[in-house]
């Protein structure tokens, strides 16, 4: 049973930082393919950044591009989220994500969207002051 657990959110003026975990257990492909959304009251759920493991790819939302950096530990089996320059904007609960891996348009784990991900964390609140 796959089991994604979060942690690293918390309070932090405009300007901050903090650093998101998500330690997986139980997923076990050799590639991992891993995200973080974030789901802000009243608003639907988003991707913020994906990472396919194993020397694949990522990408980031328009939104944070530049400020969010996501990385891998295979050792630890742990995702995570740096997240710098801290908006008011991006407070959110922040969730952690894992797919059984698919292939779209011939790659591995492309282009993900939310319907990929079929394992979630609980979530971990960020939430920036201005």
């Known amino acids: 049973q796959v089991q994604l657990v979060e942690s690293g959110g918390g309070s932090v003026q405009a300007g901050g930082s903090l650093r998101l975990s998500c330690v997986a257990s139980?997923?076990?492909?050799?590639?991992?393919?891993m995200g973080w959304f974030r789901q802000a009251p009243g608003k639907e759920r988003e991707g913020v950044a994906h990472?396919?493991?194993?020397?694949?790819?990522?990408s980031y939302a328009d939104s944070v591009k530049g400020r969010f950096t996501i990385s891998q530990d295979n050792a630890k089996n742990t995702v995570y989220l740096q997240m710098n320059s801290l908006k008011p904007e991006d407070t959110a609960m922040y969730y952690c994500?894992?797919?059984?891996?698919?292939?779209?348009?011939?790659?591995?784990?492309?282009?993900?969207?939310?319907?990929?991900?079929?394992?979630w964390g609980q979530g971990t609140q960020v939430t920036v002051s201005s």
């Open positions: 139980g997923y076990t492909y050799s590639r991992k393919c």
């Open positions: 990472i396919v493991t194993g020397g694949g790819s990522t």
């Open positions: 994500a894992a797919a059984s891996p698919y292939v779209r348009s011939g790659v591995y784990c492309y282009a993900p969207r939310r319907i990929d991900y079929n394992y």
